[in-house]
């Protein structure tokens, strides 16, 4: 359960919620259900569909006849809100979740089809809990937990109550990690947060965002100076769709904090949907620093990461940007990221750089172009405007690719590729010289190889902390 | 040329059955039935200025003889090795690559093939990792070797194998 102490970062926060009993209710067998509440939180949170589906198929009636139409609307949401209650009552009562006798984590689930899925902890990637937005009206949480493999790997439970949330996603953690069932919630130190005016800054700054709006203004000046009010539609494009990321990911990352705990790090963060997630030490597959120009006269980076099993989602194919850090002062970031990846030295890397012959190749960036390895990681840089910088380390690195293009064939260059598990992070080493780029490709699978053998970070709490 | 070395193999790449080829190039008929099609309708329409369906007519015909001609070049292009750690598989003319992926890497190993395939006794061994990226498929084998194949990197993937 929650600790009282610790000032819950995640919560009630909106003031709104109903008081909610923290009831797993559990069968003799120590199954346990969803909390009940689950199918109302479900039927309302429909409710904004139901409201739409009766404003575009009623909508002409609505103008016409006035009170009538507005009361036939109004069952038309209810009628939708039952329903969607009533099936996602079935499916709270098929619902069951529990640990078996193996330490894996079982769910049962189903109404028409039913599921029976056995998650193996010993591959487990991540636990992660929200609350959207209605389930945050009931102060409910919902719980993800994903496990390494390639199909459909990973588990939703919706809804439990906050601490109930908390206390499985600890008592998953700790199985994970080797631990005893019960380890109790791990304590956590906090980092790291994010200034909301650094938030801000730093979205409306970033390379892409910022040359838009520049193009916005130019557009408006002509547009003003010409009368040619045409420019205006324009305008609503280039203008418009940045500031519509901007917004977006200012809601998603609000109020973005970073704390450590022994799980792993966790981060927390959202308006109107708070996310919690916890990263574990050693699955963390590769990491990326970025870095637009404006944001280096404030010498701020963004740390994007991959982590195995989580940038998917059911149908396979998300490719959500999963973040360390939205923005941070680079010795912030750096010592976030040798929290997850210990004994990451940047500083000491002999970087071997792409020939100036790749100039031809890639006219703005070739200075940049660079890769880099000690015993541990492999390293690549790219990027002019925005700077990217790489890591990946050699226990996990899946495979090693050398490409060449025709326009790389004629100045005999090609590029390296070591592949990770999906996510945001690509490590390529461009335009290299040819064979170079091989010999590299060549040394990393074998650097691979030799890695994987020591490794033992995937059981981090058992190996000595 | 020197770009060709960091794209050869020490111990030698083994190639695909040409039956490949074969498999492709129906394909191709498949599609260029359509094209000519469209071609036909376009000289049938009264329309359409004369000169402007010749141009197509003969960009069809070209491109048709091209594609035909690089299917042969790509399918021997393709090619693959078993190294002691690792398989390789190479393949592309004009934009080539060379895919390193370590055994113990491997999560499962397909075996596929299509109507075509089938018919021509051809079939593609596709190696999956954890990375979506790695994109590691070797088409036009025997079904045998297919098989052989699958059960050899199966077996080293199992001995060579650590989590994630």
């Known amino acids: 359960m929650s600790d009282p102490q610790r000032p819950s970062a995640i919560g009630d926060d909106l003031g709104l919620g109903a008081f909610v009993p923290p009831d797993a209710t559990s069968d003799e067998q120590g199954r346990r259900h969803a909390h009940p509440v689950t199918p109302i939180v479900h039927g309302v949170a429909a409710l904004p569909f139901g409201i739409a589906f009766a404003f575009v198929s009623l909508g002409g009636v609505l103008a016409s006849i006035g009170i009538g139409a507005f009361l036939g609307a109004v069952l038309v949401v209810v009628i939708i809100g039952l329903l969607v209650t009533g099936w996602s009552y079935l499916a709270w009562r098929n619902l069951w979740y529990w640990f078996d006798d193996d330490g894996d984590f079982r769910v049962d689930s189903g109404v028409v089809t039913r599921r029976q899925r056995r998650l193996q902890l010993s591959r487990l990637q991540a636990v992660d809990v929200a609350q959207p937005l209605f389930a945050r009206l009931f102060a409910m949480a919902e719980v993800t937990i994903e496990v390494a493999g390639t199909g459909d790997s990973r588990v939703r439970l919706r809804y439990l109550t906050l601490g109930d949330a908390r206390a499985l996603r600890s008592e998953v953690l700790a199985r994970a990690a080797g631990l005893g069932e019960e380890a109790g919630e791990a304590p956590e130190a906090p980092i790291v947060q994010v200034p909301h005016r650094d938030l801000a800054v730093s979205l409306l700054a970033r390379s892409v965002t910022a040359g838009l709006l520049l193009l916005t203004v130019v557009i408006f000046l002509f547009t003003w100076r010409i009368e040619g009010w045409g420019g205006l539609g324009v305008m609503a494009l280039t203008g418009g769709i940045p500031i519509l990321v901007v917004v977006t990911e200012f809601i998603r990352y609000f109020g973005f904090r970073v704390s450590e705990s022994p799980d792993g790090l966790r981060l927390r963060f959202g308006l109107a949907r708070t996310e919690t997630r916890t990263v574990p030490p050693g699955r963390v597959q590769a990491i990326e620093f970025v870095e637009p120009l404006l944001w280096r006269r404030w010498g701020w980076v963004r740390v994007r990461v991959n982590i195995a099993g989580v940038n998917r989602d059911e149908s396979g194919g998300s490719r959500q940007e999963t973040l360390l850090i939205p923005v941070a002062p680079r010795e912030v970031a750096v010592d976030l990221v040798q929290r997850v990846l210990p004994g990451l030295d940047l500083e000491s890397l002999q970087w071997h750089e792409a020939p100036p012959r790749a100039r031809w190749r890639a006219p703005v960036q070739w200075r940049r172009l660079a890769v880099a390895w000690d015993g541990t990681i492999l390293a690549s840089r790219r990027g002019r405007i925005t700077r990217r910088l790489a890591v990946m380390p050699h226990a996990r690195t899946q495979s090693v690719r050398v490409t060449q293009g025709p326009w790389e064939r004629a100045l005999d260059l090609a590029s390296m590729h070591a592949d990770s598990t999906p996510g945001p992070v690509r490590v390529a080493a461009l335009h290299l010289d040819a064979v170079f780029a091989r010999s590299v490709a060549d040394d990393q699978a074998a650097r691979a190889r030799l890695a994987r053998g020591t490794d033992t970070s995937t059981r981090w709490a058992q190996s000595g902390e | ?164």
Request: with cysteine; proline share 4%; hydrophobic share 50%.
């Open chain 2, 1 to 164: 040329m020197a770009a060709d070395i960091a794209f050869t193999c020490a111990e030698g790449w083994t190639p695909v059955s040409s039956r490949l080829s074969t498999a492709r190039r129906i394909t191709l008929l498949l599609v260029y039935v359509l094209v000519a099609g469209g071609v036909v309708i376009l000289l049938l329409v009264p329309e359409v200025p004369a000169w402007v369906s010749a141009v197509v007519a003969a960009a069809a015909v070209i491109s048709f003889v091209w594609l035909w001609w690089l299917i042969g070049r790509r399918v021997r292009s393709f090619g693959y090795a078993e190294r002691d750690d690792d398989l390789l598989v190479t393949s592309g003319i004009l934009f080539r690559r060379l895919v390193i992926v370590p055994y113990g890497r491997m999560q499962l190993v397909d075996v596929k093939a299509g109507p075509i395939d089938r018919r021509l006794g051809i079939t593609t061994v596709q190696l999956h990792t954890a990375a979506a990226t790695t994109d590691a498929a070797i088409p036009g084998l025997t079904p045998q070797d297919a098989v052989a194949l699958r059960d050899r990197l199966a077996r080293r993937g199992e001995q060579r194998s650590t989590g994630l």
